[in-house]
């Protein structure tokens, strides 16, 4: 470019005295100058381009340490990560592992449970047996208990009787021999026709019909145990009350309307006691 532009001024000092070769060589001359403005601006252009390239350049290599910064990154993540993959694995497989023990606990669980419901529902059969037995046993021990509590009223009441039996001997024996004493005597002759002093007969029974104020439900069922210990504590009740032996009072029946007693009172058979009637 430098070469030309001297050319170019060299034949410019020469231009006005030009032959006709002059003018061909001013033509080339025009030609040669076109030539070299172009090569000046392609200059420029890569004078711009070069500078673009340095720029780029810079660009390039600042990416550059960036990418090599985000790979060291990257690669410190991806290490971080595979570590935390590697533990997540190992605790995969010991889960694993607890998970097919409690499987294994569990099937022996459930073979355990499944074997304690059939004894369960052996004993459970065996238990409803047991139950029905003790309430037949119950029921029996129920009229047993009945049977006694009527045998020992019925002991009382041959107890009374032997007691009321024995007084009547002693007072027909007593008046027999005062009889046969008197006789001896003389103070009543055989022949004169004089009563013996025999024992008075014993009144009649009272009936009475009493109402307590209770719940029917206390006397107990008819022919129970409950019934019977009601009977004994009433007859004693009306005995400690009026002076007799509990077996002058019999209770003939119950009947609801609170407690209505059908009541019995037999007289004192020695005649100690008020008769009946008064009590």
């Known amino acids: 470019v430098g070469a030309l532009t001297r050319v170019n001024n ?45 720029t780029l350049s810079d660009n390039l290599a600042a990416l550059s340490d960036e990418f090599k910064a985000e790979r060291d990154n990257h690669h410190a993540k991806l290490a971080q990560m595979s570590h935390s993959l590697q ?3 190992d605790d995969s497989r010991a889960a694993t592992c607890k998970v097919e023990d ?6 022996r669980l459930s073979a355990t449970i499944t074997q304690l419901q059939h004894e369960s529902a052996t004993h459970t059969l065996q238990l409803g047996k ?8 119950t029921h029996t021990n129920l009229g047993l208990t009945s ?9 009382v009441q041959l107890s009374e009787d032997m007691r009321v039996l024995r007084a009547v001997k002693k007072t027909r024996g007593v008046a027999e021999t ?30 009475l019909t ?3 104020g209770l719940d029917f439900s206390q006397a107990g069922k008819e022919g129970s145990a409950q019934r019977a210990a009601f009977e004994h504590d009433v007859a004693t009740d009306l005995a400690n009350a009026a002076g007799l032996p509990a077996a002058n009072f019999r209770i003939k029946g119950l009947s609801r309307g609170s407690v209505i007693l059908d009541l019995e009172i037999s007289p004192d058979a ?9 009590i």
């Open 130 to 137: 047991s139950e029905e037995d003790l309430v037949l046993m």
């Open 10 to 54: 060299d034949m410019s000092l020469d231009q006005t005295h030009a032959s006709p070769d002059n003018r061909s060589a001013l033509l080339q001359n025009g030609r040669l100058r076109q030539e070299a403005e172009t090569l000046r601006l392609e200059l420029h252009e890569l004078h711009v381009v070069q500078e673009l390239n340095h």
């Open 270 to 278: 020695l005649g100690l006691a008020a008769h009946p009637s008064a």
């Open 210 to 212: 009493m109402t307590l």
């Open 102 to 107: 409690l499987e294994a606990d569990l099937a």
């Open 147 to 155: 049977q006694k509590t009527a045998m020992e009223a019925q002991m």
């Open 178 to 207: 005062i009889n046969a004493g008197m006789q001896t005597l003389g103070t009543i002759p055989p022949d004169s026709g004089a009563r013996e002093l025999i024992p008075a007969p014993l009144p009649d029974p009272v009936n």
């Open 87 to 89: 533990l997540a694995t």
